[in-house]
């Protein structure tokens, strides 16, 4: 494909949501700009016109940016497509307790803005790297080996960097980097880590026999885990996407991808902020509007939004 005489953004849209509204604004706002807008053709009938569908493979080339319309799930969708050419990604908070995409709808004409004029930093992503021999994955937040109800749990053996160090029996196992150590791999217990540790976390959840504690990697570290005789049938996740059924004898090889993928972020500190608020949330066993009553004045304004998209 020949590169755009201009700046190009590439859309990625959230799976089920009705975006036209969304998109015909942004197709007002590139051609006041002369921007070209492209979209995955997979999704070119969703949009009403003045976006450019392209095959998905070809997404990225020539983009100046992504720009994800969801949540932070289609963040991740973004970023995965996005992950052998890495191009900076712009989350748009469309979902619900979001904590990766930072933009509000409200301030998508600003953000876009200061996106053109390369007003903003990047935040950089590592990625988990996964084989199983026939399928190659690629995921931003965990890998989980889920079990199906009747039909056996995760029996499997770890190895790191060629030494075995033991086996789990649990309901599902959650490999994750540490941008995703506060998802799947947190709700089953495995403790937060900061991104600039570049570590993976290991995280049985309901462990019956076998290694019952999360285990913290290094970045460089290789992991293989073997899925046992006796290992049920299990679902195969990334970043919460099914990729099918793998049981006995399967071998999964994991590595890290460090900056795989690139977050763009107008307002650090206020991003990171709103994070802790949010994961904060996730503890506190409360109605929203209780939520509310227990913030400051001056945060029940600021972070008003917050406490709804938890609704």
């Known amino acids: 494909m020949d590169d755009p005489a201009g700046p190009r953004l590439a859309l990625v849209l959230h799976p089920h949501r009705d975006l036209r509204e ?6 007002r706002w590139a051609e006041a700009r002369g921007v070209e807008l492209v979209v995955g053709a997979q999704d070119a009938l969703r949009v009403d016109g003045g976006v450019l569908p392209v095959p998905a493979d070809e997404l990225a080339d020539g983009a100046t940016a992504v720009v994800s319309l969801g949540g932070d799930g289609t963040l991740l969708g973004a970023l995965r497509l996005v992950a052998d050419t890495p191009v900076p990604v712009l989350g748009v908070q469309l979902g619900h307790l979001g904590f990766l995409a930072e933009v509000q709808p409200n301030e998508l004409d600003t953000a876009l803005d200061r996106v053109l004029a390369g007003d903003f930093v990047v935040e950089p992503h590592s990625a988990l790297r996964i084989e199983t021999g026939t399928q190659h994955l690629v995921a931003f937040n965990d ?11 995760v029996d499997a053996t770890l190895a790191v960097n060629g030494l075995r160090h033991g ?23 495995g403790p937060l880590v900061s991104p600039s540790v570049g570590g993976v976390v290991v995280t049985p959840s309901a462990p019956m026999s076998g290694i019952s504690r999360a285990l913290v990697l290094g970045e460089s570290d290789v992991l293989r885990l073997e899925l046992n005789p006796r290992c049920g049938t299990l679902a195969l996740e990334a970043d919460g996407v099914g990729s099918g059924d793998v049981g006995p004898g399967t071998v999964l090889d994991v590595t890290v991808q460090p900056d795989a993928g690139q977050v763009i972020r107008l307002n650090p500190a206020v991003h990171h902020q709103r994070s802790r608020v949010k994961l904060s949330l996730l503890d506190l066993p409360l109605l929203p509007e209780q939520l509310r009553e227990l913030l400051p004045p001056d945060l029940q304004k600021r972070f008003g939004a917050v406490v709804d998209d938890g609704a």
Do not use: E
């Open 22 to 27: 969304v998109v015909a604004h942004l197709v």
């Open 143 to 153: 890998l989980a080996l889920v079990r199906h109800p009747g039909r056996g749990s």
């Open 167 to 189: 086996y789990y029996r649990c309901d599902a196992l959650v490999v994750a980097t540490a941008a995703g150590s506060s998802a799947y791999s947190y709700a089953a217990g």
